[in-house]
């Protein structure tokens, strides 16, 4: 994430911010919203639509604002996209921890959920599946081949 921040600082939009790290990935802008998440973990228990799920993804400041926004769009598309791969298009159930994603039943709010809203339906693709899009925030790019 904060890669993202800094490519955000120097003026790149989301769409380039992705390309950055998943070279040969294809972003479609109107995937199927209403796939379900199941959510199993540390006592949670709950099935939501992927845009609701993402809502309550804590893995990003969401202070980060005005050019910012550009990594907080290109957070909610990767984690969006990952959260469809790993559950196979909610075939299967995912974890609420850093094993898989962060996530909290109450949505985020504010600035995150402003960008899931902008972005909604937006997932990268990966030979005509969603892409299994791993992120960290401090990486340094090392996950890159």
């Known amino acids: 994430q904060y890669g993202a921040w800094g490519r955000a600082k120097a003026n790149q939009d989301h769409k380039t911010i992705l390309n950055a790290y998943y070279t040969n990935f294809e972003l479609k802008e109107d995937y199927d919203e209403n796939i379900q998440i199941h ?11 992927i845009e ?19 990594a907080l769009k290109a957070q909610a598309i ?7 791969a790993y559950t196979n298009n909610g075939a299967g159930s995912i974890c609420a921890t850093e094993k898989c994603q962060v996530f909290k039943p109450e949505p985020k709010g504010g600035n995150w959920e402003q960008a899931v809203n902008a972005t909604a339906g937006w997932v990268l693709m990966d030979g005509g599946s969603p892409g299994f899009t791993q992120y960290a925030s401090t990486h340094g790019g090392y996950i890159l081949n």
């Not at 949670?44 to 639509?49: A, K, P």
């Not at 990767?78 to 469809?84: D, G, K, N, V």
């Open 39 to 49: 959510v199993v973990d540390s006592g949670i228990d709950m099935t939501l639509s």
């Open 78 to 84: 990767a984690a969006r996209s990952y959260a469809l």
């Open 52 to 70: 609701e799920y993402v809502k309550r993804i804590y893995e990003m400041p969401s202070s980060w604002i005005e050019y910012d926004r550009a």
